[in-house]
């Protein structure tokens, strides 16, 4: 079992950069593929991006290439981040992290996830 507790939200203009991280407790984070989601209101939870480690696998929606950035935060493989760049208006959703089995872009895929964070963009 693990447990993901995200961080880093707020409220940001547009253009503006913002970091999120996902703690984890209970495993290391290695033994998983991590994932990021985000839930605007009235809409369903989408695939951000996502990173295997082990295999080096590596998915990111159209939407945020190149804007995006999921990463390792220390060595021991507890926190990982997402680094958010030239955010815009609809950027604006609950963030949460996820991990599983292999990087897929499909919620069902996660056995594990954390309670989101809220990431507001304003124009």
């Known amino acids: 079992q693990v447990q993901l507790v995200e961080s880093g939200g707020g409220l940001v203009q547009a253009g503006a950069s913002l970091r999120l991280h996902c703690a984890a407790s209970?495993?290391?984070?290695?033994?998983?593929?991590l994932a990021w989601f985000r839930q605007a209101p009235g809409k369903e939870r989408e695939f951000v991006t996502g990173i295997d480690w082990r295999g080096g696998s590596e998915k990111t929606t159209d939407s945020v290439k190149g804007r995006f950035t999921i990463s390792r935060v220390n060595a021991k493989d507890t926190t990982v981040s997402l680094q958010m760049s030239s955010l815009k208006p609809e950027d604006t959703a609950v963030y949460y992290c996820?991990?599983?089995?292999?990087?897929?872009?499909?919620?069902?895929?996660?056995?594990?996830w954390g309670q989101g964070t809220q990431v507001t963009v304003s124009s």
């Open positions: 996820a991990a599983g089995k292999k990087v897929v872009d499909t919620k069902g895929g996660y056995d594990y």
């Open positions: 209970g495993r290391t984070l290695r033994d998983y593929a």
